[in-house]
Every structure is written in structure tokens, then in C-alpha cells.
């Protein structure tokens, strides 16, 4: 069993009105659909209330889940459509979390501390980037997604998943680069 064979059971159960059934899906899945949201929106109260609404979304609709992608695209599917309606209805301003990247592995304060300020600068540029390139950069680099399951999730089609994400490295490029002549 796949995990998006056992995630297709645990729909078609939830379908069916079974809770413990959407508990497991809740479970696994509010770890990564928070990391996700939380890059787009850096809002933790709006990062809970989307993930809450993709999981009502989840429970209400589950039996209109067909088959016809895997069910982390479908379920990422309605969290990118949340997240970019609560993002329109939100007037906070969005700002980043490097606490959301950070890595205890290196030990050594000066490590640690231009680690954290490269992530604050990562971090800065991705939440300068139009949603739709943060999606693709995000759904891509954080979450492993393939293209096409992004083309899913966005609702558009492939080739414009690559064109965003050219355009996005160009500007991250550029944002990074500008970054690093403002420092010295």
C-alpha cells in the first residue's frame, strides 16, 4: 500500500461519514498543509483557519474525490484556493518566519547566526514573489511536488507551472542579488 493508495481509502471512508477515518487524514496531513499555508500567508491564526476550512472542505466533499489525481494533490488543491481567498479578505501584512526554517544541526554561533539571516533573506524574496510563483516555489521546493501535480493544484496548465517558476527564480535571482549589494 502507497501512502496515496491508503489516503484514497481514508477518503472514500470519509465519504462514507467516518470520523476516525478523517482524524488520520487530519492528522497526517495538518503538519504539511500548515507548512504549506504558513509559507504563503505567515499569519499563524490564518494558517490555522485555512487548514481548518481545507479540512471542512475534506469532510463535506470528500465523495467528489475521483481518482482522477492523487488525493495530496486534491486535498492541496483546496488549500491553495483557501489560502489565496483568506490572503484577499486579510488586510494583515505578510511577513516572514525564519523560525519556520530554522535547522539546529550546526552548533557554532557565527553558523547558526548567518544561517538565520540567509533564511530571513530567502524568506524575504519568497514573500516578494507574487502568490502564484510562491505557490509553484513552495509546492516544489518544500513539498517535492512534480509539475504536473502543481498544474493540478493551481488549476492551470503545465507549461505555465514552468513559466512561473522561471520567472520566479529570475526574481528570487534578482531580489538575492540586490540583497547581497545592499549588505556589503
Not at 471512508?13 to 499555508?37: K, Q
Not at 500567508?41 to 489525481?69: F, H
Not at 483546496?78 to 505578510?94: G, M
Request: aromatic content about 8%; glycine content about 4%.
Amino acid at each position: 500500500m502507497t501512502p496515496d493508495t491508503d489516503d484514497a481509502q481514508l477518503l472514500g471512508r470519509i465519504a462514507a461519514g467516518d470520523r476516525r477515518a478523517f482524524e488520520t487524514l487530519y492528522r497526517g496531513y495538518f503538519p504539511r498543509l500548515s507548512r504549506f499555508v504558513g509559507r504563503m500567508a505567515r499569519s499563524a491564526p490564518l494558517i490555522e483557519e485555512v487548514v481548518n476550512d481545507t479540512m471542512l472542505v475534506v469532510w463535506q466533499k470528500a465523495a467528489s474525490y475521483d481518482g482522477s489525481c492523487k488525493p495530496s494533490t486534491w486535498i492541496f488543491a483546496v488549500a491553495y484556493r483557501k489560502t489565496l481567498k483568506a490572503l484577499k479578505q486579510s488586510d494583515e501584512p505578510v511577513e516572514s518566519d525564519a523560525s519556520l526554517y530554522e535547522d539546529e544541526g550546526e552548533q557554532q554561533p557565527e553558523q547558526v547566526l548567518s544561517r538565520q539571516q540567509l533564511q530571513h533573506t530567502v524568506a524575504d524574496a519568497l514573500d516578494a514573489l507574487p502568490a502564484a510563483q510562491r505557490a509553484v516555489m513552495v509546492l516544489t521546493y518544500y513539498h517535492d511536488m512534480a509539475y504536473s501535480d502543481i498544474a493540478d493544484i493551481v488549476e492551470c496548465p503545465l507549461n505555465t507551472v514552468k513559466t512561473r517558476m522561471f520567472h520566479a527564480r529570475h526574481r528570487l535571482k534578482d531580489l538575492l542579488w540586490t540583497e547581497r549589494e545592499n549588505s556589503r
